[in-house]
């Protein structure tokens, strides 16, 4: 708005001056505001929770000009060093990406009470210096299934992920029940493989790094029958992007659903095959926390995104607007409605709320 606001006021003489000024004057009084950020074991360019959850810094270094400082963990004994230097940096806030650093951020939280911290997908913490980033993924998962069950053209679809956690098993439960919804809603008969939601086990590659392992599981899904497949697994799903693009190559017609970020936007590759994405707006969110933190309004309570919020949200259909069909899209802005009244429950042990 500021830049479209300059361009107007272009013909007008001093005013853009004074426009640049008080910006200027705005992030000069932020920059003794020191935000920090330290991701998990998959980097910050893992066109995931990471890279969105990144982005939202970088948001807050220009709307708000505030001092960022970063550090990036190649595996799980990198988190602790990692906080421990943003507490030498003299980080006001430190945002954690992952369920998987709580314990080190617990640890630095608890060492250090006065410095705020914030941890995406995680709400284990109870510390008045600890605000938990959280969101109902299941919610817009059950839409993606829908999704998924009415577009496919083989009668199965499939999902695996990284590591069994909640953050990533929730994404699956709601996929579950959407497939489950369709097939009520429809009298069909769509097949999920690699989730049993009545007995929490399917397939994970164990970690959030191995692309060939998601390459192979991909194959291994699209070998039996799957012609759409979501991968909760962060880069990992880099395999499954490789895997549809080669069977695809070969005259298949198989899609993905992306998870965390819009993946059409986030990849460079195989983006022509991405069905829609299951998205958390963690870059909205982390720049939220840090302005109030900046203002003086920090406080614990968790951030919950939900689709009525807008905190979580199914992507565009992009490229693959064509292969959804009409009422398979007006059901699922039914269903989105529905979610948000209370007349349909999304439920998943691993729900925040």
């Known amino acids: 708005m500021l830049g479209v606001s300059a ?49 939202g810094l970088k948001a807050a270094e220009k709307d708000l000009g505030v001092t960022v400082r970063e550090a990036q963990s190649q595996s799980e004994t990198d988190f602790l060093p990692n906080l421990d230097s943003m507490i030498s940096e003299g980080c006001n806030l430190t945002v954690t990406v992952g369920y998987l650093l709580a314990d080190a951020t617990k640890s630095v939280a608890e060492a250090n009470p006065d410095r705020n911290f914030a941890i995406v997908d995680d709400n284990s913490i109870d510390l008045d210096n600890v605000k938990p980033i959280i969101y109902d993924t299941a919610e817009a998962a059950f839409l993606a299934g829908y999704v998924a069950a009415g577009t496919s053209e083989t009668g199965k679809v499939a999902t695996y992920g990284g590591i069994n956690i909640p953050t990533v098993t929730i994404f699956m439960d709601g996929f579950a029940d959407g497939v489950e919804y369709y097939n009520e ?4 008969d769509v097949a999920l493989l690699g989730w049993n939601k009545a007995d929490q086990t399917g397939s994970f590659v164990g970690n959030f790094t191995d692309t060939v392992a998601g390459k192979t599981t991909t194959q291994s899904f699209l070998n039996e029958g799957a012609d759409i497949i979501m991968p909760v697994a962060g880069p990992v799903g880099d395999g499954t992007l490789d895997a549809v693009v080669e069977a695809n190559a070969n005259g298949g017609s198989n899609k993905v659903i992306w998870v965390d970020s819009d993946g059409f936007l986030t990849n460079d590759k195989g983006t022509e095959y991405i069905l829609t994405s299951v998205m958390k707006l963690m870059g909205e969110a ?43 899209k007006s059901a699922v802005d039914e269903i989105k409605a529905k979610i948000i009244s209370g007349e349909i429950t999304v439920e998943s042990a691993a729900s925040p709320q």
């Not at 004057?25 to 074991?41: H, L, P």
């Not at 809603?185 to 069909?188: H, L, P």
């Not at 840090?290 to 992507?315: K, R």
Request: aromatic share 8%.
């Open 185 to 188: 809603q429809n009298d069909a």
């Open 7 to 55: 361009l107007l006021l272009s013909g007008c003489g001093a005013a853009p001056e004074e426009e640049d000024s008080s910006s200027e004057a705005a992030g000069s009084a932020n920059s003794d505001f020191t935000a920090c950020i330290v991701s998990d074991e998959g980097g910050f360019d893992d066109r995931s929770f990471n890279q969105s959850s990144y982005e």
């Open 286 to 328: 982390v720049e939220e926390v840090i302005s109030t933190d900046v203002e003086g309004s920090f406080d614990a309570a968790p951030y919950i995104g939900t689709l009525e919020n807008g905190g979580v949200a199914l992507a565009p259909y992009h490229d693959q607007e064509d292969a959804v069909p009409a009422d398979v």
